[in-house]
């Protein structure tokens, strides 16, 4: 008797083995399959929607501020790598420029820009030079609002050591020619705009 009861016993543990071992499998054979990591990369550093927006800005621009009539030029910007990211590279009007050895030189003010959107971070970038004030590189970060058409950057800059400033710049697509772009600084607790500049894009683009 005692020896059938340890068989049953033993008998009971086996089923119970196989079907955890059953139910398992068909749970793991039933769950979505992750894809590796070099797939992730490849998803992840394709150009999106989110690209597409820059993309309406693409082309030649005549630039205007907007109550200084002398703050005028071209700012052309160009789709690389497919998609990727945007070179953008503007020239205005002569100025003084501060070179090396505590001179300076007369010449057309320009910059240069490289845009982008980090599929992981969900953020527009963008860095920045120029050729007038500042030996920095900027890192703007950024959101685009769709209701709105704007993108959104802020960034902080010390042009002078010890003396960091908070900036914001929102572009805004009026239509399919023209767009504007305003700059604000931080003062106290809130942000001033000190610049406004409009876009007209040039026939034929």
């Known amino acids: 008797m005692k020896k059938t009861i340890r068989l049953s016993a033993a008998i009971r543990i086996c089923l119970a083995t196989l079907i955890y071992t059953t139910v ?10 992750q894809p590796d990591t070099m797939t992730q ?3 992840y550093s394709r150009p999106g929607n989110a690209h597409a927006q820059l993309e309406k800005l693409a082309g030649t621009w005549l630039f205007q501020d907007a109550k200084l009539a002398f703050v005028k ?3 052309v910007r160009k789709v690389i790598y497919y998609g990727r990211f945007y070179s953008v590279e503007m ?3 002569k100025l003084p420029l501060p070179v090396a050895d505590g001179k300076m030189k007369e010449d057309f003010y320009q910059s240069m820009q490289i845009e982008g959107f980090d599929n992981p971070k969900k953020k527009y970038i963008t860095t920045s030079i120029n050729n007038h004030i500042g030996s920095d590189i900027q890192m703007q970060t950024g959101t685009f609002d769709a209701a709105k058409q704007a993108f959104t950057y802020d960034w902080e800059d010390e042009l002078i050591p010890g003396q960091a400033q908070k900036n914001r710049r929102v572009l805004t697509i009026i239509d399919a020619n023209h767009y504007k772009e305003e700059f604000y600084e931080m003062h106290g607790n809130d942000f001033v705009k000190v610049r406004e500049l409009d876009y007209t894009k040039t026939a034929g683009q």
Not at 24 to 33: I, R
């Open 24 to 33: 398992n499998f068909a749970t793991y054979a039933q769950a979505p399959k």
């Open 91 to 93: 020239t205005g009007g």
């Open 73 to 75: 030029g071209t700012l």
């Open 41 to 43: 990369l490849l998803d």
